[in-house]
């Protein structure tokens, strides 16, 4: 196993590619992850966001990703990436319809 760890590859901070420190936890010796993050997700300036504004599940103050969706998959006017908001209206106020090939018996 001490042959292997030789070869793996780690960040400046001490971090590989999944996040482990070198010392095989989470957490590097001050106790904060690859992304600057306490165990209670507290970051290291003291606050709950790091300096771009995200927390440590990476949601900014409002609830929204970096992506611009919130944890539901809705953005800040209440659409979804495929364009519906929760009723299933599009931005133009149409209604998706579902279209159903009925069978006659």
Do not use: L
Not at 21 to 50: A, L, M, P, R, V
Not at 52 to 74: L, M, P, Q, V
């Amino acid at each position: 196993m001490v042959i292997f760890n030789m070869f793996k590859k780690y960040d400046e901070y001490g971090f590989d590619s999944k996040g482990m420190h070198k010392n095989g936890t989470k957490f590097n010796e001050n106790g904060f992850d690859k992304n600057s993050f306490d165990k209670n997700g507290i970051h290291k300036n003291g606050t709950y966001f790091n300096e771009e504004g995200y927390s440590i599940e990476g949601y900014d103050k409002c609830g929204y990703g970096k992506d611009g969706y919130n944890n539901g998959g809705y953005d800040r006017q209440g659409y979804n990436r495929s364009g519906y908001n929760m009723k299933g209206y599009d931005r133009q106020g149409e209604f998706s319809e579902t279209k159903y090939k009925w069978k006659a018996r």
